[in-house]
Nanobody
Framework: QVQLVESGGGLVQAGGSLRLSCAAS????????MGWFRQAPGKKREFVAA????????RYGDSVKGRFTISRDNAKNTVSLQMSGLKPEDTAIYYC?????????????????WGQGTQVTVSS
């Protein structure tokens, strides 16, 4: 099991940037695929980005391709989400998730461990 704590959320103007971080504790981080999901009020949780355990494979949701970048540092047990060109529709609670796997996963039901989330608000 991996314990996850997100940070870096906040209020930003449209067009701005934010970097989210997810700190993981536990001995299985470097064996875990990681993902970022988000949930806006009244909407279902949405896939944002995912990365495999080595960091060589990544996937992105269609709405964030070209604007967001996921990365990980296995030495520091962290996964990050660099967000640029932010839009008001990016406003949501962003969650970090983990699953013991060698592959990369884009579906929330494939993940076992979740953080509490961090709020991102983009003003127009």
């Amino acid at each position: 099991q991996v314990q996850l704590v997100e940070s870096g959320g906040g209020l930003v103007q449209a067009g701005g940037s934010l970097r989210l971080s997810c700190a993981a504790s536990g001995r299985t981080f470097d064996s875990s695929a990681m993902g970022w999901f988000r949930q806006a009020p009244g909407k279902k949780r949405e896939f944002v980005a995912a990365i495999n355990r080595s960091g060589r494979l990544t996937r992105y949701g269609d709405s964030v391709k070209g604007r967001f970048t996921i990365s990980r540092d296995n030495a520091k047990n962290t996964v990050s989400l660099q967000m640029s060109g932010l839009k008001p529709e990016d406003t949501a609670i962003y969650y970090c998730a983990a699953v013991l796997s060698a592959w990369v996963h884009t579906t929330e039901t494939q993940y076992n461990d979740w953080g509490q989330g961090t709020q991102v608000t983009v003003s127009s």
